[in-house]
């Protein structure tokens, strides 16, 4: 069983930064893939990024450039750097957690946290 807690969401203006973060359980931490998703009221689910055990990651067109994913494996810590946001990226995030795969999984993502908001407003 793997447990993820999100947190560092809230209300900035258009053009600021904020940096997620999410705690996970468990001693295997360093074998999973770590992915960052996010939903926006009345829409679908959708991925925003991910990182996999060799810290090889992967990007959302519509972020990349402006967010960063991280992991710290010894804290058990994985992290989205979020610059120059955006109105159209008000939604809930949710870090996710799943088995690593040969190239960065953005799909197939087991274990879930309870959510973190981040509000942009126009």
């Known amino acids: 069983q793997v447990h993820l807690v999100e947190s560092g969401g809230g209300l900035v203006q258009a053009g600021d930064s904020l940096r997620l973060s999410c705690a996970a359980s468990?001693?295997?931490?360093?074998?999973?893939?770590m992915g960052w998703f996010r939903q926006a009221p009345g829409k679908e689910r959708e991925f925003v990024a991910a990182i996999n055990w060799n810290t090889v990651s992967y990007y959302e067109p519509s972020v990349k450039g402006r967010f960063t994913i991280s992991r710290d494996n010894a804290k058990n810590m994985v992290y989205l750097q979020m610059n120059s946001l955006k109105p159209e990226d008000t939604a809930v995030y949710y870090c996710a957690a799943r088995a690593s795969s040969t190239y960065v999984p953005t799909s197939g993502y087991v274990y879930w946290g309870q959510g973190t908001q981040v509000t942009v407003p126009s």
């Open positions: 468990g001693r295997t931490f360093h074998n999973y893939a």
